[in-house]
């Protein structure tokens, strides 16, 4: 193979490119189906075992390309089933994934950066601060190591991207991963079972808008008055609550598809009635659920979750409006896997960790 630009990961790319990639060396485009039924469906990453490839082209291939998988170095399972599994990428950066039995269909919760930059005031990964954004390839590779290591490459599963990041913060590496998810030679997860969440970043919204392949969105809101949400959410201050939920009302929402708002209830902060009916007024005449997600309280996090009483009280007065709402069950809390629990401690440290944790213990 003669190429130009040699050395690419060959699961970064999607199929459409990685035949343009193919061709471009001189070779058939269908050899990209060909390497994609190996990796995506026969989990196969070993060139040399690719049986259909002329021998030539598997030591070429194995000669410029890479396959890159994370490495599983620990894994956990809750009581109630779940597992969080830690896996490290090539340059030893570490992230997390979290596989959820039952909700009611199996669910890979994946992450899409290292770290995050949102800093939630209540989510642990927004303590570590953005280290760096994964690639398409980690963010697929995390699927396939699920699924390899479940054993349920050959069932329906459904994705989820609430593990640690903002997915639009990373937008086309999110998105390529999103089309070779849903490449019927490779896992063929349909975009109905794939779930973005965001904090509201509106020109990505308005870009995700206009995508030939569109996963379910939700939305983390977390208040429904705009000074309550820019004190917990940051980026809020840069796009306020009107903006968040009009990029919404443009969303072209398939049919029967409605969008998620997210609502972490924070005791005495965001979880009074008025904030409620506040929320359900602004959410009128939209196709919305809420998903009502009492605090995962852990050290370091200044708030607390709401009784349970608190919480049906919150969820009944959405429901009076007529909004569909659920409560988020908390999974995998022994474990630490729950929803704003995956933070990555050892391992090597960024400048905003370093200084996070400087704060937490308040040095100067
Ligand atoms: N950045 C994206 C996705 C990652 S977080 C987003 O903001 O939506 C997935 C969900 O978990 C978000 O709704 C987030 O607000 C929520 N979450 C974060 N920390 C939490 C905590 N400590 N307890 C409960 N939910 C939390």
Redesign the pocket.
Known sequence: MTSPAAGFDLTSLDRATLERELTARGLPGFRARQLFQWIYQRDVTDFEAMTDLPRPLRTALAAELTITTPRLIGRERSEDGTEKFLLELDDERRIESVFIPDTPAMTFCVSTQVG?A?A?A???TGRMGLVRNLTAAEIVGQVRLLAHALDLRDRAFNIV???M???LHNYDETMTALRILADPFGLAVPPRRVTL???GLVPAMDRLAAEPLMPNL?V?L?AATESRRREIVPIGRKYSIDEVIDACRRFPLPKRRRITF?Y?LLAGVNDSDHEAHQLANRLAGLRAKVNV?P????PG?PFERPSDAAVDRFAGVLASHHITVSVRKSRGRDIRA????LIVEGGRRSPAQILAAKIDRNED
């Open positions: 995050c949102m939630c209540f989510c642990l991207l609430m593990g990041g903002e997915p969440s965001t904090v939700a983390s977390h997210e972490v997600i605090l995962n309280a852990a996090i729950a929803c704003g629990q």
